[in-house]
């Protein structure tokens, strides 16, 4: 079935590191793809997406490339801020089923100064 | 991008209350849900809706119901709580995309839920 996979957390890193976050996908058809960070006590936001293939999404110096011949979509930022620290879920919609989004678990990423 | 909201933002209760929690949008957007989020972070559909009138069960189930009377208004109701529904519950809409795509949604501040 439709399924998100994406890296366990916590994921800790220093202040100006380079962040990698793997998530590959299982999916029907040809999915949107999607990564919404979730800051503490707070609900998602959409940090970026992408709709086709080699589409890249960007948003606050994040970025993540849609390959569909790897079916992934990773997420990289070149330098970590302190401000950075939140949880970040993949996720991508295919229309099937309920017709929602199928997420991933979510990573929590720490960003230590 | 959207305005969602969500209240109460916190709420505290005792096992046997009914409890509703509300959710708006102001955007206009035909599509709702709602997700309960568990302590590990993992996001659960349990209701969504496609516009007035139209309520779904989720992947999910749950013991709570939905109604969507209004365009910009899905509440979410527990006609008696539990300490099993102890939740972050997080609402959502989405715009119609292309065709009859709803693939982006926005979603609110969340309301957690502890019932003791």
């Known amino acids: 079935g439709d399924s998100v996979t994406q890296m366990e957390g916590p994921v800790t890193l220093s202040e100006e590191a380079f962040l990698t976050i793997n998530c590959t996908y299982t999916?029907?058809?040809?999915?949107?793809l999607f990564w919404y960070v979730q800051y503490p006590g707070e609900g998602l936001q959409l940090l970026l997406k992408a709709t086709k293939a080699d589409d890249k999404g960007s948003n606050k110096g994040f970025e993540a490339t849609y390959r569909k011949e790897t079916t992934s979509f990773h997420l990289e930022k070149g330098s970590v801020q302190v401000s950075d620290s939140a949880v970040y879920f993949c996720?991508?919609?295919?229309?099937?089923?309920?017709?929602?989004?199928?997420f991933g678990k979510g990573t929590h990423l720490i960003i230590q100064p | 991008e959207a305005d969602i909201y969500q209240t109460p933002r916190y709420l505290v209760i005792g096992t046997g209350k009914k409890i509703t929690l509300e959710c708006s949008q102001t955007?206009?957007?035909?599509?709702m849900y709602w997700y309960q989020q568990d302590p590990g972070m993992e996001l659960h559909l349990i209701h969504y809706?496609?516009?007035?009138?139209?309520?779904e069960k989720g992947d999910l189930s749950s013991e709570s119901t939905v109604s969507r009377i209004r365009t910009e208004h899905f509440p979410l109701t527990l006609e008696s709580a539990r300490p099993s529904h102890t939740s972050q519950y997080l609402c959502?809409?989405?715009?119609?995309?292309?065709?009859?795509?709803?693939?982006?949604?926005?979603f609110g501040p969340g309301t957690r839920l502890t019932v003791l």
């Open positions: 999916a029907t058809g040809y999915p949107s």
């Open positions: 809706s496609y516009g007035v009138n139209s309520t």
């Open positions: 996720a991508f919609y295919s229309g099937g089923g309920a017709d929602g989004l199928t």
């Open positions: 955007m206009g957007h035909d599509k």
């Open positions: 959502a809409s989405s715009p119609r995309g292309s065709g009859i795509r709803w693939d982006t949604q926005y």
